[in-house]
């Protein structure tokens, strides 16, 4: 059984690969049950496939520890990759593929709202998928948004709107309880990620951009029951990713599209299960 620590596995699931990763996450032949909160960590089972997986991670704050253990079909453990790091790797390539099937294709500039452990890896996806000029970031923090700037080779803007406005994608990474930016400084083909809002009583995303967008999520049931954004305005979605990869979602009418992940169980076994496959083709991480 072969362990990743958070080194290892960035090392074996590089953003290209993870992304791939996420397309097998939204087959149709998978399962996510809904997260529980058991004492302080978060506890998310889930299945694609004959591969299984559980990852359980801290809630507790200043404490980002967690593990993901890969089980195959007949019940054996294959391996243990770290909990944190795959969350952002995921998340993000979540968002990459939801961005390659829902953005321009000549997108050549990206708004990131936020700077916190999900945001490097948000602009890394987006990086992978189009050919981005430009990248702006704006944080509450204008010495983090700076860092984050200087990390993706981007710049700090001082506001949201001032990066919102010059954006073709935007990709929102934040625990806000209230909406970003003003709904009028999105303009017409823009495609948003929204992926901070995971409790109702959390929004990224104004909702008058809710209402006028198309908008995809990653499961139906985790969304109403977890989406700030799409709770607090009342907007019921418009399709899923899995529906998108299968061509089976309406067609895109809208002239916004928003692709609202809460995260499931599904995108964990998938990255997992590839970073472990890498990794022992790239002799990665320790064999227990």
Known sequence: MRFLGPEATRKALPMADAIESQEVAFTEDWEAPLRSLLGGSLVMPGRVGDVMAVKVVSTV????????????????????????????????????LATRILADSGASTLAMLGSGAMAFDQVQAVLTVRPIERVVVWSRSLDNARRLAERTGGEAADSAEEAVSAADIICCATPSTEPLFDPDSVGEGVHINAVGAFKPEMVEVPAAVMERAYVVVDDYEAAAAEAGDLIQADREPNATLSELLAGSAPQVGEDVTVFKSVGIASQDVAAAHRALLNAEERSIGIVL
């Open 61 to 96: 704050p200043g404490n980002p520890a967690g593990m993901v253990v890969v089980f195959g079909g007949d019940g054996s453990p294959l391996g243990l990759v770290d909990g944190p790091t795959l969350t952002a790797i995921r998340t993000g390539a979540g968002c990459g």
